[in-house]
């Protein structure tokens, strides 16, 4: 089985930086795409920003400029790195992955989710 374990969440002043990573475990034959959403209280889930297979990217208009999304595929990891933060982007932020793994005697697709963690923008 599959799993995405997320880091980097935490509290930070406007104006600073955080680094979120997603770490997949088991064992993976292809990643179709990645990416993060986040929902802040009393909101939708809303998309943040997406890499596909092939390494293209797109982001929201909303962070469009400040945050980017990048992957090592070695370490299985897709990070969302987030500058210039602001207090409108404090939400609980939740990497996906579209990916086929090994789920014995079969080979599976399935988009998988991180357990979320919070990022929250105060002074």
């Known amino acids: 089985q599959v799993q995405l374990v997320e880091s980097g969440g935490g509290l930070v002043q406007p104006g600073e930086s955080l680094r979120l990573s997603c770490t997949a475990t088991?064992?993976?034959?292809?990643?179709?795409?990645q990416g993060w959403y986040r929902q802040a209280p009393g909101k939708q889930r809303e998309l943040v920003t997406v890499?596909?297979?092939?390494?293209?990217?797109n982001s929201s208009d909303a962070v469009k400029g400040r945050f980017t999304i990048s992957r090592d595929n070695a370490k299985k990891t897709v990070y969302l790195q987030m500058n210039s933060l602001k207090p409108e982007d404090t939400a609980v932020y939740y990497c996906?992955?579209?990916?086929?793994?090994?789920?014995?005697?079969?080979?599976?697709?399935?988009?998988?989710w991180g357990q979320g963690t919070q990022v929250t923008v105060a002074s």
């Open positions: 996906y992955a579209d990916l086929s793994y090994y789920d014995d005697p079969f080979i599976q697709r399935k988009i998988h």
């Open positions: 088991g064992t993976i034959f292809n990643t179709y795409g």
């Open positions: 890499i596909t297979s092939d390494g293209n990217t």
